[in-house]
């Protein structure tokens, strides 16, 4: 039998043992390359992994001062990354890394990544159409790639940027007089841009397509399931910008009363979308009666008729959801309840202004 002091003594070496030795670190958790990279806290921003991950974004800049989309610039670039998709607005690209690289530039006071951001601005800058529309794409690459797009909000996203960089509040504190002077002429060119391009019907304002003709301003063709037509999507982030205007003109007032109410005439009202299974098994969606239900809306309307437009990669126009190619049903958006919040709060609010 062992002895009560052999005992006490291991009991206190095994004592000693946890109190003096380190706890395990926990292995750093990957941070997403996502918009929600811009809610960090402020001194995070100044840590060593933000730094890696601003690194590599300063990695995938083009020459010309742009980013690619659908890419996770945190990461260091790949060997085989595919060149067609730099030099865009679409999908958050640019915008996205701007923001990110100047909430860096203020925190750590590295002159690098304010000059990798003075970089993009010169070039968002230089992007921006003479009529104050900006392409999906720049340098320009050819067919819908050129539209003045609001598409995805792509346009909508940097004028936000723009203007918040024309404040020179923070993080855009570092950027120059001259650089904030021109940001702020940019927004007030694209603001006039949207003017202009709103869609009228025998001299009635409406709202807008997802993409512009850059030469004329008519509603224009994108992708073959793209239509001209009148936008129940990109239309609400065209109206939220607006609202945000401070001390805004009769002209935007008059825009933002005109789309509100298409808006509240072109619900699709007690209907709702549904998920359901195929006599196949196969999963699909629907459009279901549903008394009560929210409202809905359509992405597309036509432009003389205002009904919802469903169209397939036939490019052939439907009334129906139904009418279309299931592979489009699942993998398009063509409904959704995009004005819903800008009619329920944010219009009461901006009236209340």
Same mark, same amino acid.
Request: glycine content about 6%.
């Given at each position: 039998?062992m002895?009560?002091q052999?005992?006490?003594?291991?009991?206190a070496?095994?004592?000693?043992?946890?109190?003096?030795?380190?706890?395990?670190?926990?292995?750093?958790?990957?941070?997403?390359?996502?918009?929600?990279?811009?809610?960090?806290?402020?001194?995070?921003?100044?840590?060593?992994?933000?730094?890696?991950?601003?690194?590599?974004?300063?990695?995938?800049?083009s020459p010309?001062?742009?980013?690619?989309?659908?890419?996770?610039?945190?990461?260091?670039?790949?060997?085989d990354?595919?060149?067609?998709?730099?030099?865009?607005?679409?999908n958050?690209?640019?915008?996205?890394?701007?923001?990110?690289?100047?909430r860096?530039?203020?925190?750590?006071?590295d002159?690098?990544? +304010?000059?990798?951001? =003075?970089r $993009?601005? #010169?070039y968002? *800058?230089? &992007?921006q159409?003479?009529?104050? @529309?900006?392409?999906q794409?720049?340098?320009?690459?050819?067919?819908?790639?050129?539209?003045?797009t609001f598409?995805?909000?792509a346009?909508?996203?940097?004028?936000?940027?723009?203007?918040?960089?024309?404040?020179?509040r923070?993080?855009y504190?570092?950027?120059?007089?001259?650089?904030?002077a021109?940001? +702020?002429?940019a927004v =007030?060119? $694209?603001? #006039?841009?949207? *003017?202009? &391009?709103?869609?009228?019907?025998? @001299?009635?304002?409406?709202?807008?397509c997802?993409?512009h003709?850059?030469a004329?301003?008519?509603?224009?063709?994108?992708?073959r399931?793209?239509?001209?037509s009148?936008?129940?999507?990109?239309?609400v982030?065209?109206?939220?910008f607006?609202?945000?205007?401070?001390?805004?003109?009769?002209?935007?007032? +008059?825009?933002?009363?005109?789309?509100?109410?298409?808006?509240?005439?072109? &619900?699709?009202?007690?209907?709702?979308?549904e998920?359901f299974?195929?006599?196949e098994?196969?999963p699909?969606?629907?459009?279901?009666p549903a008394p009560?239900?929210?409202?809905?809306?359509?992405?597309?309307y036509?432009?003389?008729?205002?009904?919802?437009?469903?169209?397939?990669?036939?490019?052939?126009?439907h009334?129906?959801?139904?009418?279309i190619?299931?592979?489009?049903?699942?993998?398009?958006?063509?409904?959704? &309840?995009?004005?819903?919040?800008?009619?329920?709060?944010?219009?009461?609010?901006?009236?209340?202004?």
């Amino acid at each position: 039998m062992m002895s009560r002091q052999w005992l006490g003594a291991a009991a206190a070496a095994l004592l000693l043992s946890s109190i003096s030795a380190p706890p395990a670190l926990a292995a750093e958790a990957p941070v997403a390359w996502e918009a929600a990279i811009l809610n960090r806290a402020a001194d995070w921003y100044a840590t060593p992994a933000a730094r890696r991950i601003a690194d590599n974004v300063i990695r995938h800049q083009s020459p010309e001062g742009g980013w690619p989309k659908n890419t996770p610039l945190g990461d260091p670039p790949r060997a085989d990354a595919d060149p067609g998709l730099a030099n865009t607005f679409d999908n958050q690209a640019t915008t996205l890394p701007l923001a990110f690289l100047a909430r860096m530039a203020t925190a750590t006071g590295d002159p690098a990544y +304010a000059a990798a951001f =003075q970089r $993009g601005l #010169d070039y968002t *800058l230089a &992007a921006q159409y003479p009529n104050g @529309g900006w392409p999906q794409y720049y340098p320009l690459r050819g067919d819908y790639h050129d539209h003045v797009t609001f598409n995805d909000d792509a346009m909508i996203r940097v004028m936000r940027l723009l203007r918040d960089v024309s404040t020179g509040r923070e993080p855009y504190g570092f950027v120059g007089t001259a650089q904030r002077a021109r940001a +702020a002429d940019a927004v =007030q060119r $694209g603001v #006039d841009l949207i *003017l202009r &391009a709103q869609v009228r019907q025998d @001299g009635r304002l409406t709202v807008w397509c997802a993409q512009h003709d850059a030469a004329t301003l008519e509603p224009a063709w994108a992708r073959r399931f793209e239509p001209p037509s009148l936008s129940g999507s990109e239309s609400v982030g065209i109206v939220r910008f607006l609202m945000e205007i401070d001390r805004p003109s009769p002209e935007v007032v +008059a825009a933002i009363e005109a789309a509100v109410a298409w808006f509240q005439a072109s &619900a699709i009202r007690d209907t709702r979308l549904e998920a359901f299974t195929d006599a196949e098994g196969r999963p699909d969606k629907r459009l279901a009666p549903a008394p009560g239900a929210d409202p809905l809306w359509a992405r597309f309307y036509d432009l003389k008729t205002n009904a919802p437009v469903f169209m397939g990669r036939d490019s052939v126009p439907h009334a129906n959801l139904a009418s279309i190619e299931r592979e489009r049903r699942l993998g398009y958006t063509y409904v959704g &309840a995009w004005p819903g919040a800008l009619l329920n709060d944010l219009d009461p609010a901006w009236r209340s202004r």
